[in-house]
């Protein structure tokens, strides 16, 4: 098996679980946030900046590296692992929520999806065996069965269908995939409705992959229904296979969803709001651009050690901003992700040590949580 | 004195010099290629990215600073080195070169030069009081005397005025300006009149600068006629004090420059023309957009060592130029900085080897030179 889930410790007093992933590409410990390189790149970063601040995997996006530069140049150039110079593990996503994403621009048969490209127009159809083939040409480490993600929200109708076309595609996929040194992951989909979410999981670990992905969350939901959810589907899951909530990220949601059992996450969110000048800090997050920064010569956040928390103060990064320097960008993003990934690194420090309930109280408290956003 | 020059060695075939800039921060190696950092920051890179290409000081612009974020600000922060988080030397240009190229948006008069802000049409008063009172709050190592820097073409009269100007001011400079931590430069002006050129020399030197920069070239002139210029400006110098040629920085001009005697020069080019997609490399420039790098796995220069050429391809810069992302523009600035300190590294070798002449044939017949600018 390319992947192997090592099973650490269960919390006591949660169902958060500590844990070690090991692939041909290296041991990633979870809970695991992996940032995202949707272009075969963590916007503004290097892979060394990336190892710097201790990221252990990132992901990819199938569907983007399919158009652009296409999945068989990377293939010539040796692979994703090469052709963007990161050796530790990659996640590539099935491109399965991104076509769904194209609205009108897709049409979806059992066969597959007919869409047309974001950048040009053209016309491409995606299957199951098709999405398998890009992933084993880009050489990921583990890939994603290209499913059918229902939006939110559904009819238990449309959900069922959609649960059910996602079980028949993730046995084509699983035909479909030959490379030994690549896992492939199954997707469970069903909505926000408890029979589906038994049913989609029922089947899928039927078909025994390496590892599970939690999809259909995070798509447009109250945060309180994805928790319920969350509540429901983790048990359903074997115990010895690692889980992954696909598109999550804010620190919040990163908690509630490693207290309800789950091991993996990525999202843009960190890269993103970086770049639009928002930082999270212990204290909260810290929108740089406003003007009570101009001449506040601290760091962005006083209890990070960071590259950009040692070396700069907001008046800078401020200015950077201001004067619309990629600089900036940098190094918002930098601390975003390092604030991302210590926060892990404390949630399996609180589930090794057993006070995950209090670290998530200590943490909400600080960070000034209200259920929004960041 | 702030800055101590000390002339290494002369070349024996033509006016090269090898020297050794003391400065309160440090040592600079002459002759010096100083990349650009506008806005307190090189574009895209980090300080401790100059760092590892080797660079020894930047240049900063008093202009944008003391509009954004300014120059008072940029004191309580604790200066320029602290705010930009850069400890080597700093050379901040006078506003002069900037402040004149507004055209219709500044009026010149004796006692300075009323402008209009680019970035919101604010009235300013620049004189060269000032001036140096801005580059003092910044704290550069370097800082430059404010001078007119007259337009190519124009007459001889117009010329004359400029200079003439400019040796009043450069007085005015000297008295402002109180920091025994930094050095003020004067700055040679007369157009491409030799008669001019002496005259601003001998009125210059007699006021005693710790060094001269050679102005108002790089403006438009065709090369051959720059060249003219410099070969009757040098030795208007003294031989003890170092010479910067402002804003040229192409590798030919480089070269030309160093043999009649320059030991400092800037410019905005290479990180600018890296930011566009265009890479200095031993073979001549390569427009990475290309098509015909799509798969091109082979690094942007073969004979360099630098961390771009070391870790990535043709073929991967191209997809990141194409997909708009940002270490495209990193990994590019990186390498052509290298490519000019490197080739500065070269030519200081050429000098301790007297071998410039043959340096420099060499260089241009591999660089494919023509004349034309890179």
Wanted: charged letters at 25%.
């Amino acid at each position: 098996m390319a992947v192997k889930f090592e099973l650490i410790k269960e919390c006591k007093q949660t169902k958060a679980r500590l844990g070690r992933l090991h692939t041909p590409h290296g041991i990633i410990n979870t809970p695991v946030f992996m940032p995202v390189g949707t272009q075969a790149t963590v916007k503004t970063m290097t892979p060394e900046e990336l190892k710097d601040i201790g990221a252990e995997i990132i992901l990819s996006n199938t569907y983007h590296l399919y158009l652009r530069p296409g999945s068989k140049l990377i293939r010539e150039a040796g692979g994703l692992h090469k052709f963007m110079n990161w050796d530790r593990p990659i996640l590539t996503d099935s491109g399965g929520f991104q076509v769904f994403s194209l609205g009108p621009l897709r049409k979806i048969t059992e066969d597959g999806v007919e869409f047309r490209s974001h950048l040009d127009g053209s016309k491409h159809f995606m299957t199951p065996e098709l999405a398998t083939e890009v992933q084993m040409d880009l050489g990921s480490t583990i890939a994603m069965a290209f499913d059918e993600c229902a939006p939110y929200p559904c009819t238990f109708e449309y959900a069922r269908e959609a649960l059910e076309r996602t079980t028949r595609w993730a046995e084509r996929c699983k035909k479909a995939h030959n490379r030994m040194d690549q896992a492939l992951f199954g997707i469970v989909q069903g909505g926000m409705y408890r029979e589906l979410r038994e049913q989609s999981a029922r089947e899928l670990v039927e078909l025994d992959f390496p590892g599970y992905a939690i999809g259909g969350l995070s798509v447009g939901e109250p945060k309180p229904l994805m928790y319920e959810v969350l509540d429901y589907t983790t048990p359903l899951l074997p115990a010895d296979k690692p889980r992954y909530l696909m598109g999550v990220g804010s620190p919040d949601c990163i908690i509630e969803g490693v207290i309800r059992g789950v091991d993996m996450f990525d999202c843009v969110l960190p890269t993103r709001i970086a770049r639009n000048g928002t930082a999270m800090t212990s204290g909260g997050k810290v929108v740089i651009r406003n003007a009570v920064y101009a001449r506040d010569f601290t760091p962005l956040d006083h209890e990070c050690d960071c590259y950009t928390c040692r070396n700069y103060s907001r008046a800078y990064i401020r200015h950077l901003f201001k004067a619309e320097e990629i600089l900036a960008l940098r190094l918002v993003t930098i601390h975003n992700l390092y604030f991302l990934l210590r926060l892990m690194e404390h949630l399996r420090k609180a589930i090794a040590e057993d006070c995950v309930p209090e670290f998530r109280k200590r943490f909400f408290e600080k960070y000034g949580y209200d259920g929004e956003e960041i």
